[in-house]
C-alpha cells in the first residue's frame, strides 16, 4: 500500500479523478479528536463521491442519504493500494481527524428458495 499526503493544489484534480471509480464501493467515516475519542460518523453505505471545493474551502463526500462535508481542511492523506483507493484521511480545520474507509461491498449469493418446484403435469 502506498500512504501519500496530497498537496493542496493536487485537492481537486484527485478528488474528480477518484470519485470516478468509487462507484459500487462503501464507505465507513470515523472522526477522532482529543476531545472526542474515535466516533463512527456512518458505517458502511454506498459512495457517490468525493470533491473538492476550493471557493468554499470544504470536502464533500457524497453518501447514500448524507453529504459529510469537512470545512476548512488542512491536510488530506491517501491510501492507495493494488486495488485502488482503501482511505482517505482529512485533517480539519479545527484540528479532527475524518477517515474514510473504503470497501467493496460483499457479494453473496442470492437466497435459496425454500419453496419446492411444481411438478409438470
Not at 500512504?3 to 479523478?17: A, F, P, T
Not at 464501493?25 to 482529543?34: D, G, S, T
Request: with cysteine; charged share 25%.
Amino acid at each position: 500500500m502506498s500512504v501519500r499526503q496530497l498537496s493542496k493544489s493536487e485537492w481537486q484534480s484527485y478528488c474528480d479523478r477518484v470519485s470516478k471509480g468509487l462507484q459500487g464501493k462503501r464507505a465507513q467515516i470515523e472522526v477522532a479528536a482529543l476531545p472526542l475519542g474515535d466516533q463512527v460518523a456512518t458505517k458502511w453505505v454506498p459512495i457517490f463521491g468525493i470533491t473538492y471545493d476550493p471557493k468554499d474551502d470544504i470536502v464533500d463526500v457524497a453518501l447514500e442519504g448524507l453529504d459529510h462535508l469537512i470545512y476548512r481542511p488542512r491536510s488530506v492523506t491517501v491510501d492507495e493500494g493494488t486495488t485502488g483507493l482503501s482511505s482517505v484521511e482529512v485533517l480539519d480545520g479545527e484540528g479532527r481527524k475524518q477517515i474514510v474507509k473504503l470497501a467493496e461491498p460483499l457479494m453473496l449469493p442470492p437466497p435459496a428458495s425454500n419453496v419446492a418446484p411444481t411438478p409438470s403435469p
